[in-house]
């Protein structure tokens, strides 16, 4: 299962009850945060989780309003006694501006380890899980993301014993592992039935819409996308700012057969978001306008 | 008359409810702001100021909790539409690590004016008021400030007389220019009282307690003063970390001979900072422990 927290809903400017757009998630003990700007830290524990478990924090883009909390939040890992590194992902020139941006937290515990996205698609296997990144379409190089669990099929005692594979060697092998005995190789699907269907979270901000953004939140059993402009007749403002209206958003939540969208990066012009969510629930029912602090936990469809 | 608030109340990291300790001012209509934590310009908002009006940024020294905030607040400064220059004031270095900082905020529609302190004390006077910066005792450069509001004499309309100043330069006179006419110069002097009793604000963080704190403290109205500890025990705490008790601001104040003292900054372990309160009013009775936001006039003593 995927703990999922969208931290915040802002564009632009973290306002006093809105914090800025940053999503949380939670796999096997490892966090990774995408995007963190300034106040990132405090939602993060008004919404009761801890920076202590980050391992990994993704960047869409390198917009004040997605990377200014950054400092703050290290040195908040490095007084909570982290010394494990951290890796860092984004988009091309991250090192440097993170380089930068540490003239105020040059002394930390921990090691930085970054990551720079060059390719319009890029996958990165980290802590258990699949991330894929793609270029979208905002005035600066931006990518979205797509966190996937993925789930081995189900232990088949009987495969494993017409495969003849000794019991001594089943529970490595169900951790995916390859084990040799023997003189003989074993691997996991001698045991395990077909891969089953797994997790799927994808976060999109700040673009326009773009086919790239239907390929990242295919299928996803959760697609969180901004929508910076809810009222009707602001198609010509988002495309201008290259962001999108709600209603774009929805039609990439449906194009892409999303299970559930969660709109967020709301413009500070737009006060109570909610108020527009029934038009873009026309284009694709399952869209939803939280509050900061949403969370969700995504579980296996099947047990 | 001087509007004083106190931003945020919080020492190290931002949490929810405590903001980073800032200190917001407001003279004839243009304000200054004393550090700049992350989400300072969330504090400003919350306590119902605006961030267009900043006309001066001073920096108490370059830890993390005290500039994180800066490159959001001028995007949003810059969003706010602000065309006029900003000073910016603080230890040598401020120039290079601002630039640094504003790797994520490289394009405002206004200019950055800096001035770095350097000598253990400094003036400078800029905006109707006098800033005096001095040199404190932290892990770092670190300096703290008083923002003295000078007022001119009562206007003496039978002193203008004896010394013949024709009435056509009274006005000009009492805004403190001097003015020639007719091969004669008249000064303030000839037409004013004594110079009377202004308003003085000091403010210092992060410090062990040193001389330099009372002088820039001597006869304040408000001195607001960092008191990282207030539980009894924590002395040895307050120095190894470079910080204050409660007791030692209340004997700075003291000796400051300081109209009130506000306690700030305070560490994130202090969770009811008013519970010690009772032992620093020992030393110095009006002292006080605001929540973020608390606010004061500072009126001129006479009429």
Redesign the interface.
């Known amino acids: 299962m995927l703990d999922v927290c969208l931290l915040g809903t802002g564009g ?5 009850g809105r914090w800025l757009t940053a999503c949380y998630t939670r796999f096997n003990g490892s966090a990774l945060l995408i995007d963190c ?3 990132t ?2 939602a993060l ?2 919404a009761g989780w801890s920076c202590h478990d980050i391992d990994v924090i993704c960047f869409t883009h ?4 997605h ?3 950054l ?2 939040l290290l ?2 890992m490095g ?1 909570a006694d982290r010394t494990e590194p951290v890796t860092l992902i984004g988009p091309k020139g991250l090192e ?2 993170v380089n ?2 540490r ?3 040059p002394e930390l515990p921990f090691r930085l380890e970054f990551i720079e996205l060059e390719n319009p698609e890029e996958t990165i296997d980290i802590n258990g899980y699949t991330l894929k990144a793609y270029t979208v379409s905002h005035n600066i190089t931006c990518y979205c993301y797509a966190q996937i669990i993925k789930r081995a099929g189900k232990f088949m005692p009987e495969k494993a014993k017409e495969n003849q594979v000794p019991m001594a060697v089943w529970s490595r092998l169900q951790k995916g592992e390859n084990v040799e005995l023997d003189g003989r190789t074993f691997s996991p699907d001698m045991i395990l039935g077909p891969e089953r269907k797994g997790i799927k979270l994808a976060y999109c901000t700040d673009s326009r819409p773009v086919p790239s953004i239907v390929k990242a939140a295919k299928g996803a059993d959760l697609f969180i996308c901004e929508g910076m402009y809810g009222e009707p007749g602001m198609e010509e403002k988002a495309k201008e700012h290259r962001h999108m209206t709600f209603i774009e958003a929805a039609s990439l939540a449906r194009n892409a057969g999303a299970k559930e969208l969660w709109l967020t990066h709301f413009s500070p012009s737009l006060v109570r978001p909610k108020d527009f969510v029934e038009q873009a629930r026309i284009v694709f029912r399952n869209t939803k306008v939280h509050k900061d602090g949403a969370a969700k936990t995504l579980e296996y469809p099947e047990k």
Request: charged letters at 15%; hydrophobic letters at 40%; glycine letters at 16%.
């Open positions: 632009m400017m973290p306002l006093p700007g300034e106040g830290q405090v524990k008004s390198f917009h004040g309003d990377i200014s909390g400092p703050g040195l908040s007084n440097r501006i930068n941006l003239v105020i937290a």
